[in-house]
């Protein structure tokens, strides 16, 4: 068989799939970074080419500044406790055949459900006065607090509903991984002397799941960078900005203040942001390959 | 310059097959009659007046085929969509149109011009019901793009039980600030967790219901001609200091718009300001739990004063012009919308103020309707104070809007005096005003 004739029918397989990357991916991508050398207003028929001036404005923008310090805490706060959490799920579930099915779908469910539905149970739930959390403060003799409302406390309590949202994915990937870790190490190292819970885990569990930790906290860090959807349907980067985040900003900017070059710019330096975040985990996961 | 290629072939692509798909059934049925595109806005509230108002429109007009498409669900989308139409040359004949984004409008040039429509009509459009005040609506620096549909304005919702608990009267709320805030501050202290009152400093209320307060001391927003607004001065730090003694004196709480709107339906607030538009929502979430009514918006000044309008405006669109058939269907609905009739089923259906005076003197329509609905007749009182939604000009104008809220919000949770947040907002407004 001649080599050259199999790349060809290779590329005619891959070509739909390259194809749609294209039309849907590369394709609007560049769009994005065209429209960010620009000045177009969504719906305008004239369109200036305005060079970098997009990109300069970005650091005295105020509004900017604010929604990438709160993104940066939101996912300082979600994602180590959502996989620290996730990983005690696993062990939790895995540790006891009891109750195993019923655990982990009751911890996956956050993340099959709709955010925007749950926002709403979200903010009945936190409800200044009338809501079953603050109820249960008073109950307990503390003072009610104003979770989503007050600019000190908000971000903290979108990262709370983040973590409730997320440790349950990290959990399944968990549980992924620890299935992947042979059972006869355990009994290796029983027959050794160590077969405390402790040393089982610091010796076998938490080294072999290495791959599958990097991979889940850099997930966890992805998609702690995307929330949206909590912040749009419930507190819109209020109060006073204490919850703007990159993601809704842009959504803001571009759609409802139609200024699309400056979302587009706005687009770039988080696509960069992420890439560079998703090239330090290849890297990363590129040197532990060889342990799995 | 035109627009960059690889959005632009995907949007004719999706529009395309869009239009493929609309444009099957039609030629299936080889109807001759021109086609007019209608969409709304608001389809929970809008839905059954525009039902019915297609109904008789078919019945009257059938040489027209009128097709609606599916309904925004609130302004902002509205627009939105409406943008992204018009660069793909798909928008509706016909579309709803916020108040707050009738320069947007003009500014893209998505409408046609109606002054010529009117005066073709001659001296019956005025006679026909739509007054200057009522055409002045739809205006944008003079240009006639648009005729107003629905209409809504501020007023104070109450809950009666709470008022007379406090020793007030539900019939005669006081019709000033200081008496309003009194008692909503009497009614903040009949027992813990209570709230006095609620006026919404953020989301679509927040912005417009300041405009009402600046023009409720008979202030200005904007000065014609001028680069800079106008709220600086003391009608200005009149309303920013409003916002601190309605939490001082009026016991407002400092929590989210959402979160107060369930705490006045759970019979735990006073009074909540907002637009007559939530009348209907108030009504279905209230049912019997207390005794819902509505009150004057407070005004301080009486002569000069005036209250700030919200609503839609029926707007023909380019696309509409490129057919005189369709334009002149086109029209023939606009009027028919915002007309009398139009005004008597949105009245009926969906609350609102009535647009077209007329109405209100048929004895076929209104005339009558509001005697035993004392909710919706307060808004009715009301309409000789109307003021217009001010649009900020230029390409910030809706982020002014966003910012203005930033700083009440700024003077609620006292973070920031008023004089000091007022005179922040207004540094910073004047930045996003064109120079």
């Known amino acids: 068989m001649k080599r050259p004739s199999t790349a060809g029918v290779g590329l005619l397989f891959a070509a739909p799939a390259m194809f749609g990357l294209f039309l849907f991916v590369i394709g609007p991508t560049l769009a994005v970074a065209v429209m960010s050398l620009t000045d177009w207003q969504l719906g305008a028929s004239e369109i200036g080419f305005v060079g970098l001036d997009n990109y300069r404005a970005l650091p005295g923008d105020r509004v900017f500044r604010t929604a990438l310090a709160n993104t940066l805490v939101y996912a300082g706060l979600v994602t180590p406790i959502s996989v620290a959490l996730g990983l005690g799920l696993a062990l939790l579930i895995e540790a006891s055949p009891l109750g195993r099915g019923f655990f982990r779908a009751a911890f996956f469910l956050p993340v099959v459900t709709t955010t925007v539905a749950m926002a709403v149970v979200w903010e009945f739930v936190l409800h200044p006065s009338l809501g079953p959390a603050n109820l249960m403060l008073r109950a307990l003799g503390f003072a009610p607090a104003n979770f989503l409302g007050d600019a000190g406390s908000v971000l903290a309590t979108l990262a709370a509903i983040g973590v409730w949202e997320n440790a349950g994915f990290n959990m399944v990937l968990f549980l992924a991984g620890l299935k992947a870790i042979p059972r006869e190490l355990y009994q290796a190292a029983a027959v050794d002397g160590a077969d405390r819970a402790w040393e089982r885990f610091w010796t076998i569990t938490f080294p072999l799941l290495g791959p599958t930790m990097l991979f889940v906290a850099v997930i966890a860090l992805l998609r702690s960078f995307k929330v949206f959807e909590i912040v749009a349907a419930i507190t819109q980067g209020g109060p006073r900005r204490a919850s703007e985040v990159l993601l809704f900003t842009i959504y803001q900017e571009g759609f409802s203040f139609f200024r699309i070059g400056h979302a587009a710019a706005l687009t770039m330096v988080f696509l960069c942001g992420l890439l560079v975040l998703a090239l330090f985990q290849i890297r990363l996961l590129g040197r532990r390959v060889h342990y799995a | ?435």
């Open chain 2, 1 to 435: 310059m035109t627009l960059d290629r690889p959005t632009a072939t995907r949007r004719s692509v999706l529009a395309g097959a869009l239009a493929l798909g609309l444009a099957l059934p039609a030629t299936a049925l080889a109807d001759s009659r021109p086609e007019l595109v209608v969409q709304y806005t608001f389809a929970v509230a809008f839905d059954p007046a525009f039902e019915r108002l297609k109904e008789t429109f078919q019945r009257e007009n059938p040489d027209v085929r009128l097709t609606f498409r599916a309904p925004h669900k609130d302004y902002d989308t509205g627009i939105q969509a409406l943008l992204r139409e018009a660069v793909t040359g798909d928008m509706p004949h016909v579309t709803y149109v916020g108040l707050n984004h009738m320069r947007v409008v003009k500014e893209r040039g998505l409408a046609v011009e109606l002054a010529p429509l009117m005066k073709a009509e001659g001296s019956t459009f005025e006679a026909q019901g739509w007054t200057p005040p009522l055409q002045a609506l739809g205006q944008v620096d003079g240009q006639q793009l648009g005729l107003p549909f629905a209409m809504s304005m501020g007023v104070v919702y109450s809950n009666a039980d709470l008022v007379r608990r406090a020793g007030g009267d539900p019939a005669a709320l006081p019709r000033d600030w200081d008496g309003l805030l009194a008692l909503a501050g009497r009614i903040g202290k009949l027992e813990s967790g209570m709230a006095g009152m609620y006026m919404p400093w953020t989301g679509a209320s927040g912005a417009w219901l300041f405009q009402g307060l600046v023009y409720g001391v008979g202030g200005q927003i904007m000065r014609p001609g001028e680069k800079k607004v106008a709220f600086d001065g003391k009608e200005g730090k009149y309303a920013a200091g409003l916002y601190r003694r309605m939490v001082d004196d009026g016991a407002m709480p400092d929590i989210p718009d959402q979160a107060a709107r369930q705490q006045f339906m759970a019979g735990r607030m006073g009074f909540f300001l907002d637009s007559i538009s939530r009348l209907s929502n108030f009504e279905r979430a209230i049912g019997d739990r207390f005794e819902l009514r509505t009150g004057y918006y407070p005004l301080d000044n009486r002569e000069a004063g005036g209250l700030v309008t919200g609503g839609n405006a029926a707007v023909i669109t380019r696309s509409a012009a490129k057919d005189p058939k369709v334009l002149a269907a086109a029209w023939r609905w606009l009027k028919f919308t915002t007309g009398p009739r139009g005004t008597n089923e949105v009245i009926r259906h969906v609350g609102y103020v009535p647009v077209n005076v007329l109405a209100l003197e048929d004895p076929k329509l209104l005339k009558g309707y509001f005697d035993d609905r004392p909710r919706h007749r307060t808004a009715v009182e009301q309409i000789g104070l109307v003021r217009e939604w001010f649009q900020f000009p230029g390409p910030n104008g809706v982020k002014i809007n966003d910012t203005i809220s930033e700083y009440l919000q700024a003077i609620v949770d006292k973070s920031q005096t008023p004089d000091a947040a007022l005179a922040a907002m207004v540094r910073e407004v004047n930045q996003l005003l064109p120079r």
